[in-house]
């Protein structure tokens, strides 16, 4: 309880500071929880959890009325839900990417992408990184447009405290960069941003090999048959199909039919599950770099609920959405999985 004492005042000192955003509750877990005698009875506090930010940067979990909130975000950099554990960054255009996660104890809060909008300015231009290309064409050369994967790939580990306490099943993340959209051309032709949530191990992804087979695909012949092997109904979510999306250092997509993109409506967001050897690998919002534009510039943010399968192989905490936010006290934008549920295997 020592402890306590001097964090719960520059607490209370930081709360006071905002003036009129009296409806903060005081509520930092830890000062809550070595603050409350044991076998205290105390009620909790009441409104949203907010991570309540100070002008030095320190964060405090708190909850927070919501009435107060808008006003709490225009005169701090606080942000909505517990305080976040971050990835390492990437570079990414101007700016810089990471992954994020928000714990309530052992079950997510939030997981996603967090970028600021910097991050949308000179990104690359040229069709490929050149990581997954292949001499399709036993010349001794790699020609850039026809033997390379059309992307930019962006390796990201989760925050440990995220692995270390939630555990699977996602076990880090990718994103993808494309240029120039890929096929089919009139529904993805769009320079757009694939957001990865790996269930499949990296090894393993690592492990797709690149070859001479499936067009933009350019996938390894026997491993472009394991990634067509199909997904069991039962662990397939309804409406989702095998196109032979499939990809080297990727897998196969399934797709749904059902999306706006496939119903006359222009390509601006949409959901994919990853797929390969008859299992579901990631999962994955992919999202028009215009879209994301138009977010940074009022657009309103969005969450999008996840078709779910009947049943899950391996147990652990599943989203039911996925969130495209712009935080705009903070210039920052999150592509994120969210409203989680345990999923026992079946």
């Known amino acids: 309880m020592s402890s ?3 964090r ?3 607490l209370l000192g930081a ?6 955003v009296v409806g903060v509750a005081v509520a930092a877990a830890s000062v809550s929880s070595s ?3 044991e076998g205290s009875t105390a009620a909790k506090p009441s409104g949203s959890p907010v991570c309540l930010v100070e002008a030095d940067g320190v964060e405090h979990n708190v909850k927070v009325l919501s009435t107060v909130t808008t006003e709490l975000y225009h005169k701090t950099r606080s942000y909505p839900g517990p305080c976040a554990v971050y990835g390492e960054p990437v570079v990414l255009g101007d700016g810089r990417i990471r992954t994020y996660a928000q714990l309530d ?16 300015t000179n990104l690359p231009t040229a069709n490929t990184d050149g990581q997954h290309c292949y001499d399709v064409d036993g ?3 790699i020609d850039e447009q026809a033997e390379c994967v059309h992307s930019h790939d962006f390796v990201l580990e989760l925050p440990q405290q995220f692995t270390e306490q939630v555990g699977g099943p996602f076990t880090w993340a990718l994103l993808t960069w494309d240029p120039h959209g890929h096929a089919p051309d009139p529904v993805y032709g769009l320079p757009h941003f694939d957001f990865h949530f790996y269930i499949q191990d990296l090894a393993a992804r690592n492990a797709i090999r690149t070859g001479s087979g499936s067009g933009e695909g350019l996938i390894n012949g026997d491993d472009y048959a394991t990634a067509r092997v199909p997904v069991s109904d039962r662990y397939r979510p309804d409406g989702y199909f095998d196109f032979g999306a499939v990809v080297s250092a990727m897998g196969n997509h399934l797709t749904d039919l059902s999306s706006p993109e496939f119903n006359g409506n222009m390509f601006t967001h949409t959901f994919m599950y990853g797929a390969y050897n008859g299992e579901i690998t990631f999962y994955e919002p992919m999202i028009t770099k215009a879209w994301l534009a138009e977010v940074t510039g009022g657009k309103a943010d ?3 609920p996840i078709k779910a399968p009947a049943a899950w192989k391996v147990a652990g905490w599943y989203p039911t959405r ?4 712009y935080r705009k006290n903070r210039e920052e934008l999150t592509v994120s999985l969210t409203d989680f549920a345990y999923r026992p295997a079946s």
């Open 8 to 10: 719960r005042t520059r």
């Open 302 to 304: 969005s969450c999008t």
């Open 322 to 325: 996925y969130c495209i936010e």
């Open 15 to 20: 709360v006071l500071m905002l003036g009129t």
């Open 105 to 120: 104890g052992v079950r997510p809060f939030s997981l996603g992408f967090v970028f600021g909008k910097n991050a949308l």
């Open 35 to 37: 603050a409350t005698p």
């Open 4 to 6: 306590a004492r001097p």
């Open 139 to 141: 010349d001794g050369t």
